[in-house]
């Protein structure tokens, strides 16, 4: 944990932000859902220079769709994200519960570069927005110390910030609205049952059933049966 060095307020002087101007900050950038700018701001309240927002219910896909917002180096975003998945795959739930809001400092991988004269030391605070557990991680100046007091409100007011992504997240992927058909099909294949298992379930015909699960992939943009079910899923949908 960074322990030693000039704190924050004397490097930043008039950057530092008080409680109540956060606040009203805030307000803004969460009434128009601009989620950058709330972490932007959470980070400039602690005393960060970079921020990095992540869902970990994401973090096992490919790619860096589990990325929500940063402006972290995009070669350490991607480097990151593997000590990010494997480390979060070794943790037992008790763990992930007695992290929850309790901010964390571990170092970045080795074999990468941080920015000139940023710590190679990060912070992460992890927090629940309903059943998404979300990781804030912030980068910091060499010799900066960041407030332990500070941290703790960053937590709660991220989660507050996300809250807001994920319900205009929400929107945007549920303005197709699948129908109670739709969804019934796409509960059974993931169940496993195929078509004609689900006809029989259901009651109607097996190309009923292929026309409703052809309507749910073309809704959620998946191309095979295995990605409809990751999707339903990662959303909650089953």
């Known amino acids: ?6 704190s924050y307020k004397e490097s930043a002087g008039s950057r530092v932000l008080s409680r109540e101007q956060l606040v009203r900050r805030l307000s803004v950038a969460t009434g128009s859902n601009n989620v950058q700018a709330v972490m932007r701001l959470l980070a400039d ?6 921020f990095l927002l992540a869902r970990y219910d994401l973090i096992q896909e490919q790619g860096l769709d589990f990325i929500v917002t940063s402006n972290w180096p995009f070669d350490l975003v991607r480097r990151l994200g593997s000590e990010l998945a494997s480390g979060y795959a070794r943790s037992t739930e008790l763990e992930k519960c007695l992290s929850l809001l309790t901010p964390s400092f571990a170092l970045l991988p080795d074999d990468v570069t941080p920015p000139d004269d940023i710590s190679r030391q990060y912070c992460s605070l992890t ?8 990781s804030l991680m912030l ?9 332990q007091e500070r941290l703790r409100e960053v937590g709660l007011f991220a989660a507050y910030g996300a809250s807001f992504a994920e319900s205009a997240e929400a929107r945007t992927e549920r303005d197709f609205e699948l129908t109670e058909r739709e969804l019934e099909c796409l509960f059974w294949i993931a169940e496993g049952k195929t078509s004609d298992e689900i006809a029989v379930i259901l009651g109607i015909s097996r190309n009923t059933i292929n026309n409703y699960i052809t309507s749910v992939m073309r809704k959620t943009a998946t191309k095979t049966r295995s990605e409809a079910i990751a999707y339903a899923v990662r959303n909650n949908l089953v």
């Open 139 to 147: 980068l910091f100046l060499e010799g900066i110390i960041l407030s």
């Open 1 to 6: 944990m960074a322990t030693e060095g000039r």
């Open 127 to 134: 927090f629940c927005v309903g059943k998404t557990r979300f």
């Open 45 to 50: 309240y602690v005393g960060a220079s970079h």
